[in-house]
């Protein structure tokens, strides 16, 4: 099974900041990689798929980048309804695998 | 607008079986391949088992293969997972979710998701 890990597991921002999350894959898994966000007691969302596209509806301050075993989420301008838990999910191939999570928190 | 709605969940006892379902409106249901998704109290999310559009195909965690079932019937919009011999670390929410064609494969994704149903399995 492909292992994806997370960093950090939580974090702490201002409104107004830049924010990035990492995504490694234990091997290459090419542009496979959706990003999620999870608020809390709500279902996920997805954000970003295939590592930088845009899903449609999501703000333009998200945006996704990396190939092959790293991949990163950016959120440009953080505010306050970007609480949430973030997670990483490669579909290279199955078991689909997602990360530990990224917890993200206003300052 | 695509909405999915699970149900089924409840508290049952160790060894136990339950059956989920989720109800599916919103696209031509038969086209698309959808998993279940589940995520234990205060963890994080874990894919559980996929099926195609046809219900031809079905996938499977190692975690519950042999004791889990996927199945749809397409003329009612519906999916089923049966779930037998459960165990306490089955005890979580169970998402279901749509893929974005027929068939699970290399570049898919889970969108959107329902809402969840809650399974605990205790004595």
């Known amino acids: 099974d492909i292992q994806m890990t997370q960093s950090p597991s939580s974090l702490s921002a201002s409104v107004g900041d830049r924010v990035t999350i990492a995504c490694r894959a234990s091997?290459?898994?090419?542009?496979?990689l959706n990003w999620y966000q999870q608020k809390p007691g709500k279902a996920p969302k997805l954000l970003i798929y295939?590592?930088?596209s845009l899903q449609s509806g999501v703000p333009s301050r998200f945006s996704g980048s990396g190939s092959g075993t790293d991949f990163t989420l950016t959120i440009s301008d953080l505010q306050p309804e970007d609480v949430a838990t973030y997670y990483c999910?490669?579909?290279?191939?199955?078991?689909?695998?997602f990360g530990q999570g990224t917890r993200v928190e206003i300052k | 607008e695509v909405q999915l709605l699970e149900s089924g969940g409840a508290l049952v006892q160790p060894g136990g079986s339950l059956r989920l379902s989720c109800a599916a409106s919103?696209?031509?249901?038969?086209?698309?391949?959808m998993s279940w998704v589940r995520q234990a109290p205060g963890k994080g999310l874990e894919w559980v088992s996929g099926?195609?559009?046809?219900?031809?195909?079905?996938y499977y965690a190692d975690s519950v293969k042999g004791r889990f079932t996927f199945s749809r019937d397409n003329s009612k919009d519906m999916l089923y997972l049966q779930m037998n011999s459960l165990g306490a670390e089955d005890t979580a929410i169970y998402y279901c979710?749509?893929?974005?064609?027929?068939?699970w494969g290399p570049g898919a994704w889970f969108d959107p998701w329902g809402q969840g149903t809650l399974v605990t399995v205790s004595s």
């Open positions: 295939a590592a930088s």
């Open positions: 999910q490669q579909s290279y191939s199955s078991p689909w695998t």
């Open positions: 091997r290459n898994i090419n542009s496979y």
């Open positions: 919103g696209f031509t249901f038969k086209n698309y391949a």
């Open positions: 099926i195609s559009g046809s219900g031809g195909n079905t």
């Open positions: 979710a749509k893929a974005p064609n027929w068939n």
